[in-house]
């Protein structure tokens, strides 16, 4: 997604100008990914989409893509972190068909802890390894931070589910968990874009394999990738967006 590849050019910016981005300098980069994205979603557009459900939805980056693209769907967004969650209602305050809840999702219900990155993405309810903090330096410095979670499943009395439906899910290594505690929901979708994870970045996070043999044994296909997030080091796959559809 559009946050995943801002999270790899920071590094790339701070390699060459030893230095964070200026704000017009990360303007530019998001611009020119916008432009990127937009060339790359004509198949996505097509299906004409009636349901978005936004899992991780941080601020609204991939939120506010979809709405550019489907801006009649009804868009349902999940966020745990109440900075986030704030700044996520404020960008859509004048959108009628959206709704936000501040929770987490998994398979489970109550309150757990969430490692809260300096770098809000980054953010997981597993523990950041060093893989990733040596990759992405100026994510490592966490706290912990009380949120809510909830089973997806439990909230579909919640949702108008119209069909064609898409599920996005980017909650740094719980997606399992969600998928496990969403399954009657997700087995209405008809597009779910996934992070997956090549390499481990979170302890005890599933890798491509695991999230690749649940979607199939659901019923889904792998279409490949949205797109990738590559380590600033030397170049390897450390994540992508994988993207499954309805066989």
């Given at each position: 997604m559009i946050k995943k590849i801002i999270h790899y050019l920071l590094s790339l910016f701070k390699l060459q100008l030893h230095r964070m981005p200026t704000a017009e300098e990360l303007n530019q980069i998001v611009n020119q990914i916008a432009e990127?994205?937009?060339?790359?979603?004509?198949?996505?557009?097509n299906m004409?989409?009636?349901t978005i459900l936004d899992v991780g939805a941080n601020t609204g980056q991939f939120a506010k893509f979809m709405h550019e693209l489907f801006p009649r769907a009804t868009l349902y967004s999940f966020e745990p972190l109440q900075d986030c969650y704030e700044e996520l209602?404020?960008?859509?305050?004048?959108?009628?068909?959206?709704?936000?809840?501040?929770?987490?999702?998994?398979?489970?219900?109550?309150?757990?802890?969430?490692?809260?990155?300096?770098?809000?993405?980054?953010?997981?309810?597993?523990?950041?390894?060093?893989?990733?903090?040596?990759?992405?330096?100026?994510?490592?410095?966490?706290?912990?931070?009380?949120?809510?979670?909830?089973?997806?499943?439990?909230?579909?009395?919640?949702?108008?589910?119209?069909?064609?439906?898409?599920?996005?899910?980017?909650?740094?290594?719980?997606?399992?968990?969600?998928?496990?505690?969403?399954?009657n929901v997700i087995n209405q979708a008809d597009i779910v874009i996934t992070e997956l994870s090549v390499e481990q970045l979170y302890d005890g996070q599933p890798l491509f394999d695991d999230i690749y043999k649940t979607m199939a044994s659901m019923g889904f296909q792998y279409r490949g990738n949205y797109d990738q997030l590559c380590s600033p080091d030397d170049g390897r796959v450390l994540q992508v967006d994988g993207i499954f559809s309805r066989a």
């Open positions: 990127s994205e937009r060339r790359k979603t004509l198949w996505l557009r004409e989409i009636e209602l404020d960008q859509f305050k004048d959108v009628p068909e959206f709704q936000a809840f501040n929770v987490a999702l998994g398979d489970e219900t109550g309150t757990v802890e969430m490692h809260r990155s300096e770098y809000s993405p980054s953010s997981s309810l597993l523990c950041m390894n060093e893989l990733h903090k040596t990759s992405f330096p100026y994510s490592k410095q966490e706290s912990l931070q009380k949120v809510d979670i909830v089973c997806l499943d439990d909230m579909a009395n919640r949702l108008k589910l119209r069909k064609p439906m898409l599920v996005k899910l980017d909650v740094q290594g719980y997606e399992d968990k969600v998928i496990s505690g969403g399954k």
